[in-house]
T-cell receptor
Framework: EAQVTQNPRYLITVTGKKLTVTCSQNMNHEYMSWYRQDPGLGLRQIYY???????DKGDVPEGYKVSRKEKRNFPLILESPSPNQTSLYFCASSSGQGYQETQYFGPGTRLLVL | QKEVEQDPGPLSVPEGAIVSLNCTYSNSAFQYFMWYRQYSRKGPELLMYTYSSGNKEDGRFTAQVDKSSKYISLFIRDSQPSDSATYLCAMRAGSARQLTFGSGTQLTVLP
């Protein structure tokens, strides 16, 4: 089954404690990205990756890091989380070009930073 | 001003009604337009995908794009309670992979 998986699904942490949210896809997609979703703001892109070892900033990259060492994995790293990073996070992957592009989203990770 | 504006609702309609969801945008470079459906506690799933201006129909769903007005719509005919979800519009420029999303409209279809 084609899918994007994220772990953990729910996370409560404290300010400053480093954390990593993992993302994995089994569709051999080149493009992967991270979004955060906040009420009234919709989905905003944090980082994206066009391929292995190729990453770039999205609209709201401050406070986040990513890496893409393998095609299937794209972890999101919060080195020193702050309460304003409390949000719902989605990983996505996509294939194809132009009209054929289809983007798949993971189930989401709900993060609370105290 | 946001690049993509979407009425957040909530929108509540009776079963069988025709639903109209809309987004406006300001970036004339946007060429690909999408509608996603997001059920509670789930990730968004792609519903409709259109290129440039025109209409696209898929079952009970019709997507319309009017690039001259920078306005896109999603129509749902014969709405069902299972259509209750948040609907997000998204769009991107031709050469870019980055999507810009609207804030989403929460729809409830009452049985």
């Amino acid at each position: 089954e084609a899918q994007v998986t994220q772990n953990p699904r729910y996370l409560i942490t404290v300010t400053g404690k480093k954390l990593t949210v993992t993302c994995s896809q089994n569709m051999n997609h080149e493009y992967m990205s991270w979004y955060r979703q906040d009420p009234g703001l919709g989905l905003r892109q944090i980082y994206y990756s066009m391929n292995v070892e190729v990453t770039d900033k999205g609209d709201v990259p401050e406070g986040y890091k990513v890496s893409r060492k393998e095609k299937r994995n794209f972890p999101l790293i919060l080195e020193s989380p702050s309460p304003n990073q409390t949000s719902l996070y989605f990983c996505a992957s996509s294939s194809g070009q132009g009209y054929q592009e289809t983007q798949y989203f993971g189930p989401g990770t709900r993060l609370l930073v105290l | 001003q946001k690049e993509v504006e979407q009425d957040p609702g909530p929108l509540s309609v009776p079963e069988g009604a025709i639903v109209s969801l809309n987004c406006t945008y300001s970036n004339s470079a946007f060429q690909y337009f999408m509608w996603y459906r997001q059920y509670s506690r789930k990730g968004p799933e792609l519903l409709m995908y259109t290129y440039s201006s025109g209409n696209k129909e898929d079952g009970r769903f019709t997507a319309q794009v009017d690039k001259s007005s920078k306005y896109i719509s999603l129509f749902i005919r014969d709405s069902q309670p299972s259509d209750s979800a948040t609907y997000l519009c998204a769009m991107r420029a031709g050469s870019a992979r980055q999507l810009t999303f609207g804030s989403g409209t929460q729809l409830t279809v009452l049985p």
